[in-house]
């Protein structure tokens, strides 16, 4: 069973930064970060490659926020800066087996990030 756990969410003030963390159990995966803000549906938020030496973001975070991974400690960070209230929302951690796979096939149970302005 693969688990993955988010830390590092808070409250934190507009123009601010947080550094989310997400550990997986096993073997190593194809990450991927997304966020649920209220009264919202599920949206993409980055994914790094199986390597690391590929990312991707949201044109609402591109600029502000950067994903990486430490395959040594089967981590995957988010850190955002610059926050702003419209980036409240729980943020969900994502594996999936393949970088090319279409879907994502574990997920995390979210960590709370809210932006006061």
């Known amino acids: 069973q693969v688990q993955l756990v988010e830390s590092g969410g808070g409250l934190v003030q507009a123009g601010g930064s947080l550094r989310l963390s997400c550990v997986a159990s096993?073997?190593?995966?194809?990450m991927g970060w997304f966020r649920q803000g209220p009264g919202k549906e599920r949206e993409f938020v980055a994914r790094i490659s199986w390597r690391g030496d590929s990312t991707y973001y949201a044109d609402s975070v591109k600029g502000r926020f950067t994903i990486s991974r430490d395959n040594a400690k089967n981590t995957v960070y988010l850190q955002m800066n610059s926050l702003k209230p419209e980036d409240t929302a729980v943020y969900y951690c994502a594996a999936r087996h393949s970088d090319y796979s279409p879907k994502y096939d574990y997920w995390g149970q979210g960590t709370q990030v809210t932006v006061s302005s």
């Open positions: 096993g073997r190593r995966y194809s």
